[in-house]
Structures are given as C-alpha cells and as structure tokens.
C-alpha cells in the first residue's frame, strides 16, 4: 500500500485500492527505497513511518539515520494529499540504530510492536504520548528468533485449526455445543488486563487504557467473567474465548415492575471472538450469568430482572433502516442481536435513540437501541 501510494502520480487514482480510512486514528507503513516499480523485491533499506491521522502528524523511524527520508517525506505528502489534510513529517532521529547490514525488516517489526502495545494501546484519548523510540535498544539477532517463534506459532495454529477435533465441531457447530464456564476476571494481574484489551480492541469499542483501568479500579461496580471453554489441544488447558459482564441496575428497566425488596441487575460489556462463534458458547454464557445474578457472591438473591440494551432489529429487518451499515461502512451482521436475547426469553419494552454513532460523511446521529429485560423468576 504505501508503495503504491509513493509511486503513483495521483494517489486518487488508488481510492479504490485502497482500505477506507474513515474513523481510523492512525496508520503504520513499511517504507521501502525501491524506485523501479517493474522490480518485485527491488530496493535495499526499510523503514517505518506511523502517521497518526488524528495529529496530523507523520512520525519516521530509520534504522539508518535519514536513509529513507525522501520516501518517507514523499509518502507523508501523498498520503495527506488522499485524506484532504495537511500532514507534518516528523523524522524521529533518535530511533534506535541497526549495526548489522540487513537488520532494517526486524526493526521495522520491532519498533511497530513497541509503538502499538507500549504507546497507543496504553494511551487514553486525552493523554499526550511521546513517540520517541530513543534510548530503546533492539536485540536484532533475539528479535529475529522471536519473529520466527511467532511466526511457527501462526503455522503450528493453522495446522491445529484443519485437523483439529474442533473442525468438526465448527462444521457441525449446530450438533456439537462446546463446554463453557465463566471465570472471574482479575485485572490486577497483567496478562489477563492485556488480553481484555486486546478483545476489546477486536470488539471495536470500550478499549481504551483509561476504561479498563476504571474497570479494575471499581471491581464493586462492574463483575466480569472470561467465558472460556476447554482447550482441544490440551484438555487441562482452557481458552478464553470472550468475556461478559454483570453490572449493577443501569436503570433501564420499566418502572413499577419491582416488588418489596427486589432489584434489577444488568448484562454488558458481552463478546465472543471470532473464531469462537456460532459454538453456543454466547448462549451458554449468557445463562451462566443468569444463574450468577441471583446468587451470592457475584450476584445477590434478590434479583427479579436482568436489563440490557441491544442494538434495534429493524437495522437488519427495515428496508428503510437497514442503510445504516452503509452509511457507518460496516457490514451488514449476520443476524439481529435483540433477536438472540429474544431467542433466550429477554423482551422488548421500549426502543429508545440512545448510542451516537458517526456516518461516513462525518455526520453524527443517534441508533436506535432496544431496551429489553427477563423475568428471573423461577432461575435458581
Ligand atoms: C452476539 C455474540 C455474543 C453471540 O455469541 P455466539 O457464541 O456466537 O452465539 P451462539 O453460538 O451462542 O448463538 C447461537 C445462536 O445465535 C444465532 N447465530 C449465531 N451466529 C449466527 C450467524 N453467523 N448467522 C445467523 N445466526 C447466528 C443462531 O440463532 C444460533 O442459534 P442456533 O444455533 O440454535 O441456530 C457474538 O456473536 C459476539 O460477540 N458478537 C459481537 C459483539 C456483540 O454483538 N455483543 C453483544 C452486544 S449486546
């Protein structure tokens, strides 16, 4: 892409080639300084620029001190040139030095890693971040061996995922529910703070640094559960295959529904990754955290009702408003999601315009959210 974008005259020529860069904040781009575009591995030195689309602002990291500077800069201007906006090409030449010959690929990889996980993923909106990767030292030989572990560990999945005994279970998914459980989440230990963010990024929203680091903080508030099912490589091994909350009233339900000393309790914060899905491991889940919401310790026995808020089905039933994956550049999902609670015995009682979302175009409007509840009753 960023080749494309450095060789070509116009880059509004390449809209269609490329990916829409609507909402996106920023953007990293291997630079390479090949010139002819008839030569397939042409070219001698790479390099990365990260343009964060945001700023306005194009940060270049060369492993040799200005060595594709001219590409870089050139891609900076054609690139604010595709987006309408004035770029600032910023060469950070401070960025850690290769010593051997042929080391620039794996600093690229490097210094792509430390920017994203260390620096943007752990930003909140508000929070200025320094971009400098100076003082940093990269291992060329340790990194490579690492890109290669990693790169085994992909292959080694792929493997995993055509023969596995899951495969059947994914062809067959209707027939062959997988097991679930739901684990406490505990955001005090790293690797498990790390991956709810890294599920959280995958799910789009709710992502940021400063959310999760509220979430930890008020465990009293907000209860969530990994929802994990058991590893097929290893039976004594579980995956965690999403996560689901169980939060206090949102003050969403009906009013007059409650008697004496009953409350409501609400579902939030719900995801399945990918290449867990359609498994019934939702569904499981979902009754799991219904069985937790009327007893002790997670959940008090008082609870009559479960609220949620779900995306309205007439975004996938309406001729008139099904226009809104397009207008918001999404795709259509395959199914209604207040269809699903439906499905598991929630109902509708309102449809309230409650979540904002922003159109292609840079409009702002409000979608139209259903706000169901289950009676509990009878759950124990
Ligand atoms: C919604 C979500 C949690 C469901 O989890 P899941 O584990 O994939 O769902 P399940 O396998 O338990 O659901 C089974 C039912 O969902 C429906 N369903 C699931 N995937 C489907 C698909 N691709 N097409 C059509 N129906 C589908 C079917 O009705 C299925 O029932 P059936 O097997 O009896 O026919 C998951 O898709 C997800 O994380 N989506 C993105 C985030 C989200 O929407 N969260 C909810 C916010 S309120």
Redesign the pocket.
Known sequence: MSFMILQTPNPHTLKDALPNFTGVSHVFLPINDCRNVTQAEGGTHWSLLLISIVDRVAFHYDSLYQGNVWEAHTVTQKFGYLLNMQIRFMPLNDSPQQDGGSDCGVFVCVNMRQLLEKRLLRASAHEKVSMSLGGQRVDASHSRKEMAKIIEGFRKEGERRRSSPLRPFIMAK?QCPLQCHLEPIDLNEETQFSELQRQRTI?GWNYEQQTLQSWKENTNFKKLFWITTPDPDNETKSIRA?HISLDPSSGILEPGLLQGDEIDLSLST???LPE?????????AVQFLENLAVTEPYGDPRCRYIT?C?LSKRYIYDERWRGLWSKVGMAQP??S?QE?YE?LGYTTWKEVPLTEATSLDGETFQVWEALMRKDLRGIS
Do not use: T
């Open positions: 209707k799910c999403g719900f995801f399945i867990h899905r359609a498994l019934k491991l939702g569904k499981k949620l779900a395959p199914f999601i699903w499905n």
